[in-house]
T-cell receptor, first 117, second 112 residues
Framework: GAGVSQSPSNKVTEKGKDVELRCDPI?????LYWYRQSLGQGLEFLIY????????KSGLPSDRFSAERTGGSVSTLTIQRTQQEDSAVYLC???????????????FGPGTRLTVL | GDSVTQMEGPVTLSEEAFLTINCTYT??????LFWYVQYPGEGLQLLLK?????DKGSNKGFEATYRKETTSFHLEKGSVQVSDSAVYFC???????????FGTGTSLTVIP
């Protein structure tokens, strides 16, 4: 079946512009994660969605970052007034687990490479 | 707070060599531990996992044992192949909260 998909695969933007990154999780997966991978860094947790519950936004680095998940499926990560330090690969993952921090497997998308000039 | 530290790369080995990639963790309680792998041009995928102390995760000839006394989860393979060339990430999942903690990744290149 189809895996997690993300779009666009690459995004180049100018400093100060807003960007939207999209994630399509595996059908039926209730849990969805966003991560950021900066050059030479590990994956940094950003936000977690579980069904219709309020998202865990504890990893968002600033109020310029926000995310939505419509209908419990597709998610959009929005970065407002982008800065050069926002340049990174943004990864989305989904899981069928009903509880975070479970041992269930996370399935990752290919990522969106964001470059802020 | 919780964290994962893994050995820095890049690592270059000849085919059939023995591989060890070190991973240590800091966590309260009893986390679950994972190794993820990212092959060139592909997304991260789970390689193996262990959910409690002394558990051994294994897959594709790779093994890692959850050692609580040394807070380690080192990845090993007895004989690497060219197709094992990838970036390997150690990860931790606490038993509370929603976060996963990943290491910085170790790049492995296996040469024929």
């Amino acid at each position: 079946g189809a895996g997690v998909s993300q779009s666009p695969s690459n995004k180049v933007t100018e400093k100060g512009k807003d960007v939207e990154l999209r994630c399509d999780p595996i059908s039926g997966h209730t849990a969805l994660y966003w991560y950021r991978q900066s050059l030479g860094q590990g994956l940094e947790f950003l936000i977690y969605f579980q069904g219709n519950s309020a998202p865990d936004k504890s990893g968002l680095p600033s109020d310029r970052f926000s995310a939505e998940r419509t209908g419990g499926s597709v998610s959009t990560l929005t970065i407002q007034r982008t800065q050069q330090e926002d340049s990174a690969v943004y990864l989305c993952a989904s899981s069928s687990t009903l509880r975070a921090s479970s041992t269930d497997t996370q399935y990752f998308g290919p990522g969106t490479r964001l470059t802020v000039l | 707070g919780d964290s994962v530290t893994q050995m820095e790369g890049p690592v270059t080995l000849s085919e059939e060599a023995f591989l060890t990639i070190n991973c240590t963790y800091t966590a309260t309680g009893y986390p679950s531990l994972f190794w993820y792998v990212q092959y060139p041009g592909e997304g991260l995928q789970l390689l193996l996992k262990a959910t409690k102390a002394d558990d051994k995760g294994s897959n594709k000839g790779f093994e890692a044992t959850y050692r609580k006394e040394t807070t380690s989860f080192h990845l090993e393979k007895g004989s690497v192949q060219v197709s094992d060339s990838a970036v390997y990430f150690c990860a931790l999942s606490p038993n509370t909260g929603n976060q996963f903690y990943f290491g910085t990744g170790t790049s492995l290149t296996v040469i024929p």
